[in-house]
């Protein structure tokens, strides 16, 4: 088993050292999953994936406009395989793990998310995520034409006025739509977003030792990121890791030496060493 788990461990580092834009999300999501659950097989899950592309694949005869795109969408993950948003058990920290999500067919926006855009990205669509205030949403195109989709609510079309409705729920009545919330999400957001509500509910519950773990995934996904490490680092100084903490920050100011907020970082090492003295 230890040989199985540094193979997918070396696959999904393999995947997020690309410089490419687009990842193979649905493969990356399932390996970051692994690293939460190393004891599980992948092999069903990996091919329910498979499974997923080729029905897709079938649900897009003669169907070209985008509608009809989303209509497949639906078709197939949701009418098809199952799938739904848990809207009785949404905080449930297994919303967010993607193997939990296959098993129990239900899961976060962003989860499902991710399984549809693998879905259409099978077969060459572009799809990207979109980070709405408070609910992940994804934006299909074609031929310069856009649509905005509910990943949650079955793929459901989004018209302005749902929108709105998402918006006045967050902020109140008086607030507006506003441009920033149509800000696309990348690939490495996407799986960040996906990390955070596991890290999350984990500190939620006081499970410092799964919060750590799931830091180490989120520094894989954007190691240049200096929130995620500072976060990572404080949390093991709190457990009294504090080797392992100096050791994630001599790293992180050797590969980014001229990065904003290193300053900070320096101070935090000084701080640390001095509880090793």
């Known amino acids: 088993m230890s040989n199985l788990i540094s193979k997918h461990h070396q696959k999904l580092i393999s ?32 091919l329910e994936l498979d499974l997923i592309a080729e029905n897709m694949e079938k649900a897009c005869v003669k169907k070209n406009s985008l509608a009809e795109q989303v209509q497949a969408i639906s078709e197939t993950l949701f009418d098809l395989h199952g799938y739904s948003g848990d809207t009785e058990s949404y905080d449930d920290p297994q919303n967010a793990n993607l193997i939990r999500v296959i098993d ?3 899961g976060l926006p962003v989860a499902l998310g991710v399984l549809i855009i693998h879905a259409s990205r099978s077969q060459g669509w572009n799809i990207l995520g979109i980070n709405f205030p408070g609910h992940f949403l994804l934006r299909l195109t074609k031929a310069g034409e856009h649509v905005l989709i509910d990943p949650f609510n079955k793929s459901h079309l989004l018209l302005k006025e749902d929108l709105q409705k998402i918006i006045t729920r967050i902020h109140g009545p008086q607030a507006k739509l506003q441009p920033e919330f149509f800000r696309i999400a990348s690939d490495r957001d ?11 509910r984990a500190l939620r519950d006081n499970n410092t030792h799964r919060a750590i773990k799931i830091l180490h995934s989120m520094n894989l996904i954007q190691p240049k990121n200096l929130g995620i490490l500072a976060e990572l680092v404080l949390l093991e100084s709190a457990e009294g890791h504090y ?14 030496s001229l990065s904003e907020g290193t300053s900070y970082l320096i101070d935090l090492r000084e701080n640390l060493k001095r509880n090793l003295n």
């Open 15 to 46: 995947i997020l050292a690309e410089h490419n834009e687009l990842l193979n999300i649905g493969y990356a999501a399932l390996l970051l999953a692994h690293l939460d659950l190393p004891n599980r097989d992948l092999t069903n899950y990996l």
């Open 243 to 256: 080797q392992s903490a100096l050791k994630k920050i001599n790293h992180f100011l050797e590969q980014n």
């Open 190 to 200: 996407i799986l960040i977003r996906l990390q955070n509500n596991i890290k999350t």
């Open 104 to 106: 129990r067919r239900k």
